[in-house]
């Protein structure tokens, strides 16, 4: 074993960057990967650190004749677009990452950079909608507000109205009306009452583990649809509990999860309808402006068709809603209570594959 694998200390500083680093030996050797590195491959470190560098490329000798340039001082720098190949054999995706190769000072090793193309797309994209979100939020319940005070005013006016032509000849057709007028202003009242939801109530805080949560919304759905769908788990156990409200997050996931089995309704007639949910850590992430050294990630992802692209980048806005008879607040709600804390939820989809990505910071 060399010494950098023992004593990686040195290189500490790498975890603190938000790109990929490793360091390498000429033939490829893994001496060090950066926390950045261990979370976009989904494997520990020392996974990594025991593995050639150059098998993770689906071009692996461009990076193999560049990290020998280097090397031998042929050139100090480099720098190109490839494909890194993410998870285990057979490997989950290929991920088009920048490479740069650069070197160091000792040993003839080789520090070997990669930025995701996506990365920086993904996070103005984040910060983006996190703009829109709580624009819309603002807007929405100071909407609410307006149209909540003269509902009561509605539904007061129409009882007193059922009341005054009881006694007459016309009183029983009309009352008909009346209850219209009053059973809308509920379904109002309803809607707008979900609207204001997340703000009336207070957070209670407490430890939460994602895992309770997780199960806890598991059976409720495998309740709801006992045959024709299946609800994967794939868990890092080894995450830490949380501060959190465990109710509201308990009602975040569900909304998201139930979501998914309604889009899975020819699926699960047919029986292959499939829901995972998996957790992973995340090193050095950025939420909306903010970095955190340590976060979890919630993936709720299924085998539907797919989230419809004309409203693709609206469906966190209140009711946005894919399918008909859906109020479009779910999602709104989901991410309204990430957002309480400290969090977000974003999501990839195409038709076959559907991600919601829920990202907590973790103390």
């Not at 938000?18 to 893994?30: K, L, R, S, Y």
């Not at 419809?308 to 709600?333: C, H, K, N, Y």
């Amino acid at each position: 074993m060399t010494d950098s694998l023992q004593s990686p200390t040195k290189f500490d500083a790498f975890d603190l960057l938000a790109t990929m680093v490793a360091v390498v030996q000429p033939d490829g050797e893994c001496l060090y990967a950066n926390a950045a590195f261990e979370n976009v491959m989904r494997l520990s470190r020392r996974a990594v650190q025991r593995s050639n560098l150059f098998d993770w490329f689906a071009d692996a000798s461009r990076l193999s004749d560049t990290v020998t340039g280097v090397a031998s001082n042929a050139y100090s720098s480099s720098r190109f677009d490839a494909l890194l190949r993410r998870g285990t054999r057979p490997y989950e995706e290929l991920v088009p990452v920048h490479v740069i190769v650069s070197q160091m000072d000792s040993d003839a090793q080789v520090l070997v950079e990669l930025i995701e193309n996506a990365q920086q797309t993904r996070q103005d994209r984040e910060e983006r909608t996190l703009d829109q979100v709580q624009a819309t939020k603002e807007l929405t319940r100071n909407l609410a507000h307006e149209i909540k005070n003269p509902l009561g005013g509605i539904r007061g006016a129409a009882q007193l109205l059922e009341m005054e032509l009881a006694p007459t000849e016309m009183g029983p057709e009309l009352s008909e009306y009346t209850q219209v007028i009053i059973h809308e202003v509920d379904r109002l009242q309803s809607l707008v009452d979900r609207l204001l939801a997340p703000h009336r109530h207070a957070q209670v805080v407490g430890d939460v583990n994602i895992h309770e949560i997780c199960e806890r919304v598991r059976s409720v759905i495998l309740a709801e649809y006992p045959r024709g769908l299946q609800v994967q788990r794939d868990y890092d156990t080894s995450l830490p509990d949380f501060r959190g409200d465990r109710e509201q997050l308990i009602q975040a996931v569900l909304n998201i999860v139930k979501n998914a089995a309604q889009a899975l309704q020819s699926r699960i007639a047919v029986g292959d309808a499939c829901i995972s949910l998996r957790t992973r850590v995340a090193r050095q992430v950025t939420i909306g402006k903010q970095r955190w050294r340590l976060a979890l990630e919630l993936h709720v992802e299924d085998n539907g068709p797919g989230v419809q692209a004309e409203i693709r980048d609206r469906i966190f806005f209140p009711l946005v809603s894919g399918r008909d008879g859906g109020s479009g607040l779910g999602l709104t709600l989901s991410q309204t209570i990430a957002q309480q804390h400290q969090g977000m939820i974003d999501c990839e989809s195409v038709p076959g594959r559907t991600d919601f990505r829920m990202t907590l910071p973790l103390p």
